[in-house]
């Protein structure tokens, strides 16, 4: 019996195959995080494995250059029209984007895990297992399982058991640090993967196990290494994890990821601060349905852990935001049985945007918006949906 596969990833692996074969141009867009990060990695290292290259791996930074496509980005890259635009954990809400995308001559590719809102964007392909009318069974990869699943098809038969254990490597650990649920194929790239990573060759993943465990993976070591990859920044587009994960040099790689280790260390001081100051308001609404704060001093990148620590504890949606000026942007979790969007989507008319899966998401929305729109949310999850 044949294996059901994700919508049009056979379509997708096939178009990178021929863009490969023309030495088109490809630019591989990939969120910031190390699920967006890991996905672009085992991507390009799939290309390369057929004797390819990327052009550019673009990755936004969330606190200037906000989620997703963006028309900064896309300025910047313009020049590099025509290509293939393969954007990785990101781009199924951008409409506006894309369309603009399509204008300056680019070959827009979507591979995500994110829900479909609304209508699709008008990309040449989409690879989404959440997208409308996909019927493959598994809607809970993260968005690097879903990269995971393309490479395999990209490269087929030629894919060795040392390239395929690399790339569950990283797919183990883009799984874990997005939070979805450990069940069924993501529960066996996780089992997969960290097995594999005990005797990893890349040098980034060495030198973290060498620098926590002296060469050994110890259970603590690895919330460490993910948190490490996580506190990574994106600089004119250019991250910092990774370049990390795709140098060659061990020598490189110990220093990136002492500086990366000490940069997350900087980072949990931080969200103790932001924790304390949460804690401290909630004490004064503790029958609060849902626990929504925000504060112009609180960077947007530390709203998402500060909102799943929240979560966590409370057992309550959680919306933790950073008020600009005239606009605030956030991080959404909420416990399992609830799903953040469904709840976006019923307040939609106070946001200007937003998006994610059930259980993490973001959203922005203007300043004079911000009660109305918690107003609603607590409404909403009162109903107990």
């Not at 995971?148 to 569950?168: A, P, V």
């Not at 910092?240 to 280790?261: G, I, Q, R, W």
């Not at 504890?313 to 953040?340: H, M």
Request: with cysteine; aromatic share 8%; proline share 3%.
């Amino acid at each position: 019996m044949t294996r059901q596969k994700i919508k049009n990833i056979e379509k997708a692996a096939e178009r990178i195959r021929k863009a490969v074969k023309n030495n088109e141009r490809i630019i591989l867009y990939g969120d910031s995080d190390l699920d967006g990060i890991s996905s672009v990695v085992i991507l390009e290292e799939a290309i390369k494995g057929l004797g390819g290259h990327i052009d550019v791996a673009y990755f936004p930074d969330r606190e200037n250059d906000g989620y997703g496509i963006n028309l900064k980005a896309l300025e910047r890259l313009k020049d590099q029209a025509p290509a293939l635009f393969i954007t990785l954990d990101l781009g199924i809400g951008n409409l506006e984007e894309v369309d603009m995308a399509n204008k300056m001559g680019f070959e827009v590719m979507i591979v995500d895990h994110h829900e479909q809102l609304f209508d699709a964007p008008k990309a040449f392909i989409i690879v989404d297992p959440k997208q409308k009318e996909d019927g493959y069974p598994f809607k809970g990869l993260a968005n690097v399982g879903i990269a995971f699943n393309l490479c395999e098809e990209i490269l087929g038969d030629k894919i060795s058991k040392s390239l395929r254990n690399s790339f569950l490597e990283l797919a183990a650990l883009g799984t874990i640090a997005d939070m979805v649920p450990q069940v069924e194929q993501n529960q066996k790239i996780i089992e997969e993967g960290l097995r594999s990573l005990k005797n990893t060759f890349r040098p980034a993943l060495r030198a973290f196990l060498e620098i926590l465990g002296g060469g050994k993976v110890f259970e603590d070591s690895l919330p460490k290494i993910i948190s490490a990859l996580n506190s990574a920044e994106s600089v004119n587009f250019i991250n910092e994890s990774y370049l990390l994960l795709t140098s060659s040099s061990v020598e490189e790689c110990k220093e990136m990821a002492h500086t990366l280790l000490n940069k997350n260390q900087f980072k949990q001081g931080q969200i103790k601060n932001i924790l304390q100051e949460v804690e401290r308001r909630i004490s004064q609404a503790p029958d609060a349905q849902i626990v929504f704060e925000g504060d112009p001093s609180w960077k947007l990148t530390l709203a998402g852990p500060v909102a799943s620590i929240i979560c966590n504890k409370y057992e309550k949606p959680v919306f933790i935001y950073k008020r600009l000026d005239s606009e605030s942007c956030g991080s959404v979790r909420n416990p399992k049985g609830t799903n953040s969007v469904d709840a976006m989507k019923e307040c939609d008319a106070f946001l200007v945007t937003y998006g994610g899966h059930a259980q993490a998401s973001g959203f922005r929305v203007k300043n004079h918006d911000l009660d109305r729109f918690k107003k609603c949310l607590n409404d909403y999850f009162k109903k107990g949906k």
